[in-house]
């Protein structure tokens, strides 16, 4: 099978699966942290074990840049103050309770492990979905395909993945 292929229908496939155990299963968050890190870590590892030449573009995420720091911090900032002020804009046409509902009574989490549970998902679930959908959904992706192709594909799924996160969590 050709490497666009695989890596597309495989990284379709995790996060199909990924989405859905979110969507139906809804498992405590604790339960979730090893089936993430399983699906989010094992496709890329099984792909690069198998295809040792596509290895050298993808170690290139891992080379820190002193500019690309800075950068990075930067748009964190800014990608945090649009969430804080999304959340002020829309506070009062979204009843934001079931969030909290759906945390505590749906994943497990509460207000004895909630600073454990952010930070994981700050540091590592993060680090987790970056290394996936962005480093090898889309930057292997776009060794095989057009940039456009791959941008259009990986951040569909990472939108996808997301929408199933959050269903049970709001009223239409």
Known sequence: MNRKISIMSSVLLFSIAITLIDAFVHPNYFVKIPIKILFFLALPVMFFAKNKDAVDDFKKLFVLKKDGIVR?????????????????????IIDFSNV?????????????????????????????????????????????????????????????????MLVGMFNL
Do not use: C, D
């Open 72 to 92: 990075a911090l930067l748009l964190g900032i800014g990608v945090y103050a649009v969430i804080v002020g999304g959340y002020f804009l829309t506070r009062g």
């Open 100 to 164: 909290t509902s759906s945390l505590t009574q749906g994943m497990g989490i509460t207000a004895k492990n909630f600073i454990y549970v952010s930070l994981y998902i700050s540091l590592m679930n993060s680090f987790l979905e970056e290394f996936f959908f962005r480093g090898f959904g889309f930057i292997t992706l776009k060794k095989y395909t057009t940039r456009k192709t791959a941008y259009i594909f990986s951040s569909t799924l990472f939108a996808v993945y997301h929408v199933g």
